[in-house]
């Protein structure tokens, strides 16, 4: 039997157990792909929903946006109102392992970049993103991942050993943030593969 090196496992959201796109909303709001693609990347784009990670409220953002996009604003105010259809459920494999894991005993964490605001949206809407020992979301930090200090939030919110600390995220540079300051981390590939991370780590699972 291979000794258990860890203490706590910590759950990024978004791609590992959250299935996310803004595509499971615009696919049905712009039906022409190209057009689709172009305001997602030039309007819409992955930079500005970080900002509403970062901290940023939603009613500021999409202000801002539509004035500078007038010609767009039905759909930039879709991508607030909107915003829990981007959201298509809970990844299954990945939330039977995680109670596994807590069944197990051992602490579980979440850490994300996530809108403070959408965090409890999503929290209403999936029971499942609220059985956590404790969280660390971006937006209500106003900072993220994968800068330092988030990190450290999660460590010295909850007393943890970065040593004793398994985490995983689908993103590697948030990985390497992790690795980092210390902690065990593994790109997130499935639950398949996270499984077989942890048993590594010594954890009797199924």
Not at 32 to 38: K, N, P, W, Y
Not at 64 to 78: D, F, K, M, V
Not at 189 to 196: K, M, V
Request: charge should be negative; charged fraction near 25%.
């Amino acid at each position: 039997m291979t000794e258990r090196t860890i203490d706590v496992v910590v759950f990024d959201i978004g791609g590992v157990l959250l299935d996310w796109s803004p595509d499971y909303l615009y696919a049905d709001l712009i039906p022409d792909a190209e057009q689709r693609t172009r305001f997602l990347t030039e309007v819409a784009t992955p930079a500005w929903n970080a900002e509403q990670d970062a901290g940023r409220p939603w009613a500021e953002a999409v202000a801002e946006l539509a004035g500078q996009h007038p010609e767009h604003r039905e759909w930039i105010e879709a991508y607030d109102t909107g915003w829990l259809t981007m959201a298509k459920g809970i990844i299954e494999d990945t939330a039977d392992l995680l109670n596994e894991i807590r069944a197990l005993g051992l602490p579980t964490y979440a850490l994300t970049n996530f809108s403070h605001e959408k965090w409890a949206v999503a929290q209403e809407a999936f029971p499942t993103l609220t059985v956590f020992d404790g969280e660390v979301v971006s937006g209500t930090e106003q900072t993220v991942k994968p800068g330092e200090k988030i990190y450290r939030i999660l460590l010295e919110r909850y007393d943890l050993d970065p040593a004793r600390t398994f985490y995983t995220d689908d993103m590697q540079y948030n990985v390497d943030g992790a690795r980092a300051v210390g902690i065990d981390a593994e790109l997130f590939t499935g639950a398949a593969d996270l499984r077989n991370h942890l048993r590594d780590r010594g954890l009797e699972l199924s």
